[in-house]
């Protein structure tokens, strides 16, 4: 029987897998390998295509020259395709099936050991099984990877591959400490937890020279990265699960680790309070009550110390009526004047001392729930070392019980700071000089304790006197003004 005779030149496709395959060769080997098997057959070479370190399996890899080559195949540029092993053209059945649908007009296919005619009902079956084939090889050569990779982690070992680089702290092993960027995950977590920001964090590691083990400069998004790593804590992840321990002692203990956690959790989503803005979710448009943005404004003189003018302003992107805007300054200069002025007057004493009261109440109680929690979970870790109860057993408990300690954590963080009354007895200039040497943080939760649960709403006008412009009002849909 004579073979089919081709329409046009046989394109040549080799690929080479950045993992390799059972048939190592290079891509060059393969075209000269198939190269020899078009002269042998007298079979005219067309184009030459290579993937380099690419997968035939992912399909969430992209083959720009495989696209390139059935790009030709489909639009009948050329006759057919030859590759050194079928394995290399595709390992997914589509994919298979996409060629044999271009193969209605005769197209050759072949490899170093079988030719495949597409046109007939026994060549498709032959195209057929050796697909599945080559897939079904990919699908255990990917079990093998996982359960090898898994089998690593439960033993304490760490997969090198998984990192394109080393994660700061730990040495090129991912096992050993770097004992001087240990030090400064420490600070780091240390600092976090006293309440300084990731921004100021970040600057300082900068001004300082510390980059990250990529030698990027420090931003907020991988100090909490760095900070929520399961392995400060010597935990192994493998496929987002903790599956074994690293040796030696962790890099943060569990309870600053969890700390850390709970703080993160306990952030409101969307984008964070920044510093230049005191009163950000504190205020409002009076007119219609959406809560004011702050935002810099290019186009206004930058203030006197040289920092960019900036403005709170009702925008109608957030569903307001945009008739209000303030500078962010007379605005946060009113509301220290109003707060120190709430906090300082004795009329309203009882109400801030009852808020403080609460407080305490909310957190000692939180902190004796916490404190229980752990205490549990040390017990189920001391059952499960003793025998008492099995690995699948202690993890069915631990599970919820962490959910429940972060969920715990998360409340108590949302408190900010440990449990104590407000001195709420203070003279103005008293109250004055504490707001004045607070930290941004401080300042905005003296703005919490005097408005409790209220908003100050900002009125439409100029900036002769803005104080005239603010009130406190009820958090309300109604504005209620209040008496301060």
């Keep these: 029987m004579s073979r089919p005779q081709p329409a046009g030149p046989i394109d040549i496709y080799a690929r080479e897998s950045r993992k390799g ?27 030459v295509f290579k993937d380099e370190g690419k997968s035939a399996w992912n399909p969430r890899v992209i083959r720009k020259e495989w696209d390139m080559l059935m ?17 290399r053209f595709a390992r997914r059945p589509a994919d298979g099936e996409r060629l044999i649908t271009a193969a209605e007009r005769g197209l050759i296919v072949l490899d170093s050991d079988a030719e495949f ?25 990917s079990d093998r990877v996982r359960r090898g990779n898994r089998a690593k982690a439960i033993n304490g070992q760490v997969n090198r591959a998984g990192w394109q680089d080393r994660p700061f702290g730990w040495d090129a092993d991912c096992i050993t400490q770097k004992p001087e960027e240990v030090a400064i995950i420490r600070e780091v977590a240390a600092r976090f937890l006293k309440g300084e ?38 935990g192994l ?22 700390r850390i956690a709970a703080k993160y959790a306990a952030r409101r989503p969307g984008r964070p309070y920044t510093r230049a803005y005191l009163v950000t979710g504190a205020a409002v448009c009076a007119v219609c009550r959406v809560r004011l943005d702050g935002r810099p404004v290019q186009r206004r003189r930058p203030y006197p110390d040289g920092q960019v003018a900036r403005e709170y302003r009702c925008l109608k992107r957030d569903g307001g009526c945009g008739t209000v805007h303030a500078d962010q300054r007379e605005v946060d200069a009113a509301a220290r004047e109003l707060a120190i002025a ?9 109400q801030v001392e009852a808020a403080a009261a609460r407080h305490e109440e909310e957190a000692t109680a939180l902190d004796s729930l916490i404190a229980e929690a752990d205490q549990t979970a ?20 631990i599970g919820p019980l962490d959910a429940r300690l972060t969920t715990l954590r998360a409340k108590r963080e949302a408190l900010n700071g440990p449990p104590g009354r407000v001195p709420a007895a203070r003279s103005l200039a008293e109250w004055g000089k504490r707001w004045d040497a607070a930290e941004p943080a401080e300042r ?41």
């Design 342 to 350: 709430i906090l300082s007057d004795p009329r309203h004493a009882a």
């Design 378 to 397: 040390l017990q189920i870790g001391d059952r499960l070392g003793r025998g008492e109860i099995t690995l699948a057993r202690h993890d069915a408990i």
């Design 117 to 141: 005619d597409l046109t007939t009902a026994s060549g498709k079956k032959s195209f057929r099984d050796a697909m599945a084939a080559a897939a079904y090889y990919s699908d255990r050569l």
């Design 71 to 87: 790009a030709r195949l489909e639009s009948g540029a050329s006759g057919g395709v030859i590759v050194f092993d079928l394995e």
């Design 444 to 484: 905005r939760a003296l703005l919490a304790t005097a408005l409790r649960g209220r908003v100050l709403a900002v009125s439409p006008g100029d900036r002769a006197d803005m104080t005239r412009r603010i009130t406190v009002e009820s958090s309300g849909p109604v504005a209620q003004a209040a008496t301060i």
């Design 21 to 47: 395959d059972k048939r190592q060769q290079s891509t060059s080997g393969q075209v000269g390998a198939c190269r020899a098997v078009l002269a042998e057959r007298e079979l005219p070479a067309g184009e």
């Design 237 to 258: 992840v493998y496929r987002g699960a903790v599956v074994a321990e690293l040796p030696g002692e962790p890099v943060l203990d569990s309870a600053m680790f969890g």
């Design 197 to 234: 920001t990731q921004d100021s964090i970040a600057a300082d590691l900068n001004a300082r020279g510390i980059t990250t083990t990529q030698g990027k400069p420090w931003q907020p998004s991988r100090l909490r990265e760095l900070l929520l790593r399961e392995r400060n804590r010597g």
